[in-house]
């Protein structure tokens, strides 16, 4: 007696469609059918497909599945004694290909400038792979490829993951519209790909870039005749770097610390492009309003060979073409309102007649990529472009970004993507699954991400921004001694305080839930608690005669500092706490000069304190707190403290920098148990975070959160 037979007809259609249908066949004699999974056996077919017990389901299978069923399983199938396998159509030749991908990429020079259209073939077990349908595959997730002759293969080998890498980056970059790019900032990435690839091709104009940002350091070059300056070692190294950006025409961000010669060093990047002809038209420098004086006599101070011009006004004000103004310069300085304001006269001049570079300095100006500032900068038609400052990052790696959005286009890709790549893994990793199934130690898997993805961020930054710090290059700058002075709040000063810093946190407290709609209220209650924390009288004069502990605590400071011949800077961030202290200065006929937003003739204010006797300088933090060389002094008073430790690092460097003969003590005032201590502790939070990705140390937090706020107000 023959035993019934399970019969499949796999139909093959076009397109690669395979139909499967079931039925049994039985003889005269044949006895009852058979246990279905006696015949197929064990895991042959899906699971879902026997659960009708007779026969396997029907299917339509497509692409990829048909060919991995058809290569695979219908072979085992034919190998089945109680099953037959009869196909109808032209069965293609599928075969899993299973061999080492062969990876050749090159590049070539495209239309548009810092990109090169990128080339990739690869060759698995003697077969050309079509890149597109390799690259739309990597860009969807796919694990495995079907190409059209009916071959298939594998998309998880080591060999893929540099291009699956770049194709992520790029998804949203609107260069890969018209077919994959790799932008010319992206040595590291092509590193990768010379690491894997069995060959990688760069373009010609692409390979002197790549070889000299291997180095650790770029070709140092001769100190410019015309350079009026003893140059330390590492500025002659820095000058290298700049020189080895200029010659290949590349942005980047000088960040070095605050007080180490960046000035000097753009100035003596200038004077080699003109001294070597590779500049034929102005250096566009756009700084700060207060800093605009300082970039005209420090070139002539150090450069005076060269032509520098100042812009003080906009065209409409001033009635003077700018175009006529910039003829003939080779240093032009303007303000970074002045370009906002006046932003279609630089852009015509870049278009018309070009600048040779653009340098931005203090170039945490334009970290907002919302700014209108920002998005001059970027549109500004200057293909070499440097940005400099001792802060790229203040409060998150979003204002990294923001600079080398400007300085490097495509170095990263969309501000989504980076988020999702950076920000997120290193700012705010997650905890995970810390019980139940699929737990494990979470901390140290997020640990583990976090250093993965700081040692990626770092490797793609490192060709394009120098950093060195006083510690490192000027181990000869004299010390820097920093105290922290707590000051106990007068009796009535303190039960004030406590009234007021009740009140507010009840206030605040149920407002945090929607920080962004509330955070105005937010701000303006935190600044409430933090000039009540300095003088009852700023809140009202009817508070005059409560002592002021700090400013009484100021002035036995400065009547031992100045009796010794010393001289002071005290800054705080309240120009009415100033005022204040100003009042104290002149009843006790002690001569001092101001400094705050609203001071005119700024330059002449900061003669009057280098060149002049006046032992005391009050300066408003905003205001003075970046730009200035006031080495005179070698005594700082901060008065108020603030959550952003790069604003305090700013003001402390006016006076510890390079030029700087004595040691320097720093004060800070912080009074007890006020919201002065909370910010303390927030600003130690905050300096992990640049010390973890500019110099290579530990991790942080973000910028002011709900969480933070509560902590304040704690």
Not at 516 to 545: C, G, K
Request: hydrophobic letters at 45%.
């Amino acid at each position: 007696m023959r035993p019934p037979v399970l019969v499949l007809t796999a139909t093959f259609g076009p397109r690669h469609i395979l139909s499967l249908e079931w039925r049994w066949e039985e003889g005269r004699r044949s006895g009852a059918l058979p246990e279905l999974r006696t015949v197929i056996g064990q895991g042959l077919l899906p699971e879902e497909w026997l659960q009708n017990g007779a026969i396997p389901d029907s299917a339509i299978l497509r692409d990829l599945e048909a060919a991995e069923f058809a290569s695979t399983t219908l072979q085992l199938l034919r190998g089945l004694a109680g099953v037959r396998v009869q196909t109808q159509g032209d069965i293609p030749d599928y075969r899993e290909l299973t061999g080492v991908p062969l990876l050749t990429v090159t590049t070539v020079p495209s239309e548009r400038h810092d990109w090169f259209n990128l080339g990739v073939t690869v060759t698995v077990d003697g077969r050309t792979i079509p890149f597109v349908p390799l690259f739309r595959a990597l860009a969807k997730g796919r694990r495995k490829l079907l190409m059209v002759n009916g071959s298939y293969m594998t998309l998880n080998h080591p060999a893929f993951e540099p291009l699956r890498e770049l194709i992520n980056e790029a998804k949203d970059i609107a260069e890969w519209e018209t077919g994959p790019v790799i932008s010319r900032y992206q040595t590291e990435l092509w590193s990768d790909f010379e690491d894997l690839a069995d060959e990688a091709v760069p373009a010609v104009t692409w390979r002197a870039q790549l070889a000299e940002a291997r180095k650790d350091s770029p070709h140092r070059i001769d100190t410019p005749q015309g350079l009026r300056a003893e140059l330390r070692p590492y500025q002659a190294e820095g000058l290298g770097w700049l020189a080895f950006l200029w010659r290949h025409q590349l942005g980047g961000i000088l960040a070095d610390d605050m007080g180490l010669g960046k000035t000097v060093q753009c100035l003596g990047l200038i004077q080699h492009a003109t001294e070597t002809g590779s500049a034929s038209s102005p250096f566009l420098v756009v700084a700060p309003t207060s800093v605009v004086p300082n970039w005209v006599s420090e070139s002539m101070r150090f450069t005076p060979g060269l032509v520098v011009r100042e812009i003080a006004a906009t065209q409409a004000k001033s009635g003077v073409d700018l175009a006529a103004v910039a003829a003939g310069a080779d240093i032009l300085v303007t303000s970074y309102a002045l370009l906002r304001l006046d932003f279609d006269a630089y852009q015509s001049i870049a278009v018309n007649t070009g600048w040779a570079g653009l340098i931005l300095d203090e170039a945490q100006f334009v970290k907002n990529p919302a700014s209108r500032v920002h998005e001059c900068a970027l549109d500004l038609d200057i293909r070499f472009k440097l940005a400099v400052t001792g802060t790229p990052m203040e409060n998150s790696l979003t204002e990294l970004r923001a600079l080398f959005t400007i300085v490097a286009p495509g170095l990263f890709a969309s501000s989504a993507r980076f988020e999702a790549e950076y920000v997120r893994p290193i700012e705010m990793p997650a905890v995970g699954i810390t019980r139940g199934v699929g737990a494990g130690n979470s901390e140290q898997v997020a640990a583990g991400l976090r250093s993965k993805r700081l040692a990626k961020l770092r490797s793609r930054i490192r060709p394009y921004m120098m950093r060195r710090t006083k510690e490192l290059v000027a181990a000869e700058l004299p010390a820097k001694q920093e105290q922290t002075l707590t000051i106990h709040l007068a009796p009535e000063h303190r039960a004030l305080y406590d009234v007021y810093l009740q009140r507010e946190r009840q206030k605040l407290l149920h407002l945090l839930d929607d920080m962004e709609r509330n955070r105005f209220v937010v701000f303006r209650s935190l600044t409430l608690l933090r000039i009540l924390a300095l003088d009852a009288s700023l809140l009202d004069e009817e508070y005059s005669h409560i002592p002021s502990s700090k400013l009484d605590a100021l002035f036995e400071q400065l009547d031992e500092v100045l009796a010794e011949g010393h001289r002071a800077l005290v800054f705080s961030q309240f120009t009415s706490y100033l005022k204040k202290a100003a009042a104290r200065l002149d009843a006790a006929g002690v001569a001092y000069v101001y400094l705050d937003g609203s001071t005119r003739q700024r330059a002449e204010v900061i003669n009057e304190f280098k060149s002049g006797t006046a032992p005391v300088f009050l300066i408003s933090l905003k205001a003075g707190g970046f730009g200035l060389n006031l080495t005179e002094a070698d005594y700082v008073f901060l008065l108020d403290p603030w959550w952003n430790p790069a604003t305090e690092e700013q003001a402390i460097d006016r006076t510890h920098r390079i030029g700087q003969t004595k040691n320097v003590m720093v004060y800070r005032l912080i009074a007890a148990d006020t919201i002065e201590e909370k910010v303390m502790k927030l600003k130690q939070r905050k300096a992990i975070l640049f010390d973890a990705v500019i110099d290579d140390e530990a991790l942080f937090s973000s910028a002011l959160s709900e969480t933070d706020i509560r902590e304040l107000l704690s």
